[in-house]
T-cell receptor, first 108, second 116 residues
Framework: RKEVEQDPGPFNVPEGATVAFNCTYS??????FFWYRQDCRKEPKLLMS???SGNEDGRFTAQLNRASQYISLLIRDSKLSDSATYLC?????????FGAGTRLTVKP | DVKVTQSSRYLVKRTGEKVFLECVQD?????MFWYRQDPGLGLRLIYF???????EKGDIPEGYSVSREKKERFSLILESASTNQTSMYLC???????????????FGPGTRLTVL
């Protein structure tokens, strides 16, 4: 079983749609969590950290449920430029475990 | 901005060749990492280092070695390249810590290695 699991998608949504990605992690000792974005043939780049209380950055909202070991990312009002692969990450003292990613395509 | 650079974006080598992948970061980060990324498998940790001359095996160290002679530079070595080492190789760095929501890793642009 993978340590971090994500639905690989692909998610194909129209512009303006709201889309949600889910992720589960198996290591209950994980201390911090992140969402990365990776464009085709590029490196992963940090999108946002995930805080216990949930946090929002513009159109993006991240939630963490430690009891269920579950992380989510919500994207509102999708833009064409949101098309990418989104990687979920669980970190335990610099041991970062990456999900395989969820691919999103936003269409006009 | 954190800058992590890798020596090559694309590399083609032959089976049995010794391959060096170089990574340099300019943010005085203590921690450096080497991953490989393959479709459907995500990122897998090969080796990491928390300090100069220090190295630790990750999940898939077989067939690889590393060198960290200077804080800013972390090299990945394929002693005898094989076709199953064809992959995207990503270097990352992070500051000392590793617990909190700001202790994240910053990646280089990646090296796409093909072994023929």
């Amino acid at each position: 079983r993978k340590e971090v699991e994500q639905d690989p998608g692909p998610f194909n949504v129209p512009e303006g749609a709201t889309v949600a990605f889910n992720c589960t992690y198996s290591n209950s000792a994980s201390q911090s969590f992140f969402w990365y974005r990776q464009d085709c043939r590029k490196e992963p780049k940090l999108l946002m950290s995930v805080y216990s209380s949930g946090n929002e950055d513009g159109r993006f909202t991240a939630q963490l449920n430690r009891a269920s070991q579950y992380i989510s990312l919500l994207i509102r009002d999708s833009k064409l430029s949101d098309s990418a692969t989104y990687l979920c990450v669980a970190n335990n003292n610099n041991d970062m475990r990456f999900g395989a990613g969820t691919r999103l395509t936003v269409k006009p | 901005d954190v800058k992590v650079t890798q020596s090559s974006r694309y590399l083609v080598k032959r089976t049995g060749e010794k391959v060096f992948l170089e990574c340099v970061q300019d943010m005085d980060h203590e921690n450096m990492f080497w991953y490989r990324q393959d479709p459907g498998l995500g990122l897998r940790l090969i080796y990491f280092s928390y300090d100069v001359k220090m190295k630790e095996k990750g999940d898939i160290p077989e067939g690889y070695s590393v060198s960290r002679e200077k804080k800013e530079r972390f090299s990945l070595i394929l002693e005898s390249a094989s076709t199953n080492q064809t992959s995207m190789y990503l270097c990352a760095s992070s500051d000392r810590g590793g617990f909190g929501p700001t202790d994240t890793q910053y990646f280089g642009p990646g090296t796409r290695l093909t072994v023929l």
